[in-house]
């Protein structure tokens, strides 16, 4: 148990240590992200376009064979 405890500790350890390393020399960042940024922006919007579309369809099709239904019934 003693082991296990040690180990953790060296490992929580060494986590910190890590942590607070300052990256060597980084190299800076391009303006490129933007673009991408904005590309997934505009996905996320057709994709929410997208569903807002196929739940009208559902609804449209639901309710169209609720009235299918009714009117076999009726024939009935």
Known sequence: MS????????GLFSAAVFAQA????????P????KTEAKAEAKTEKK???KAEK???????????????KKEEKKS
Not at 22 to 29: F, G, L, Q, V
Not at 31 to 34: G, N, Q, V
């Open 31 to 34: 303006a490129a992200p933007a």
């Open 48 to 50: 929410v376009e997208k």
């Open 55 to 69: 739940k009208v369809e559902k609804k449209a099709a639901k309710k169209a064979a609720k009235k299918a239904a």
């Open 22 to 29: 300052t990256p060597a020399a980084a190299p800076a960042a």
């Open 3 to 10: 082991k296990l405890l040690a180990a953790l500790v060296a």
